[in-house]
Nanobody
Framework: QVQLVESGGDLVQSGGSLSLSCAAS????????MGWYRQAPGKQRELVAS???????NYADSVKGRFTISRDNVRNTVSLQMSSLKPEDTAVYYC??????????????WGQGTQVTVSS
């Protein structure tokens, strides 16, 4: 079981920067792949960035070069550094912990979300 708590959401002007943090509690944080998702009003939740237990990262095309995901397996945190923010980045941002076991059992845990609003 993993509990996730996001923080850092705020109102920011277009072109600005913001850093989101997700604190995880529970067991074996380091074995989970971690991700940041977002959901804008009226839209489906989408993957923004992910980082594997080995530290490999993946980004949505819309945020490549602007967002950076990182993890700290000592502090059990995952962060999303966002820069050059655009109004279309406005959404609720969710932290996700994902694990697929050798027996192909899947575990997914979600935080409660944090609001990011980018004004034009």
């Amino acid at each position: 079981q993993v509990q996730l708590v996001e923080s850092g959401g705020d109102l920011v002007q277009s072109g600005g920067s913001l850093s989101l943090s997700c604190a995880a509690s529970g067991s074996s944080f380091s074995i989970y792949a971690m991700g940041w998702y977002r959901q804008a009003p009226g839209k489906q939740r989408e993957l923004v960035a992910s980082i594997t237990s080995a530290g490999r990262t993946n980004y949505a095309d819309s945020v490549k070069g602007r967002f950076t995901i990182s993890r700290d397996n000592v502090r059990n945190t995952v962060s999303l550094q966002m820069s050059s923010l655009k109004p279309e980045d406005t959404a609720v941002y969710y932290c996700n912990a994902h694990l697929t076991t050798l027996m192909h059992t899947t575990f997914d845990y979600w935080g409660q979300g944090t609001q990011v609003t980018v004004s034009s």
